[in-house]
């Protein structure tokens, strides 16, 4: 039993970001219903952010704006391209939703296997 509480004491943010994206990822790759396919693209989106957010994390660095030595300055860069990710996966999202309803209007449905059908046809 101590064993499974060093190994859950030992996870970091990125270990859990990591498992997060897999876990979108499987549910992008085995829902039917489109709404949860929407989700699980949702879910992936946010967990690469966090794991970008934390892999260069450095303790006690500071904002660059705040006056400080260069040596504690945090890097801009990174948080910039995320909050442009922010963005871009909020617009994704928004794009897909606005794609099933019209999906769902013209075609009924909303599971994937019985639209592909329909689209055969």
């Known amino acids: 039993m101590a064993s499974v509480a060093e190994f859950i004491t030992g996870l970091t943010v990125s270990d859990l970001a990591v498992a997060l994206f897999f876990t979108g990822?499987?549910?992008a790759m085995t829902q039917r219903n489109i709404i949860k396919t929407i989700m699980s693209v949702g879910?992936?989106?946010v967990a690469a952010i966090?794991?970008?957010?934390?892999?260069?994390?450095q303790e006690g660095s500071r904002s660059p704006i705040s006056g400080?030595?260069?040596?504690?300055?945090?890097d801009p860069?990174?948080?910039?391209?995320?909050?442009?990710?922010?963005v871009i996966g909020v617009s994704v999202v928004a794009m897909c939703l606005a794609m099933y309803m019209?999906?769902?209007?013209r075609?009924?449905?909303a599971d994937w296997k019985i639209l592909i059908r329909r689209l055969e046809d």
């Open 25 to 27: 990822l499987y549910g």
């Open 43 to 45: 879910i992936m989106d």
């Open 50 to 57: 966090t794991f970008f957010m934390t892999a260069n994390f």
């Open 68 to 74: 400080t030595a260069v040596e504690q300055m945090a």
């Open 77 to 86: 860069v990174p948080q910039a391209l995320m909050i442009t990710a922010i």
């Open 102 to 105: 019209r999906v769902v209007y």
């Open 107 to 109: 075609y009924g449905t």
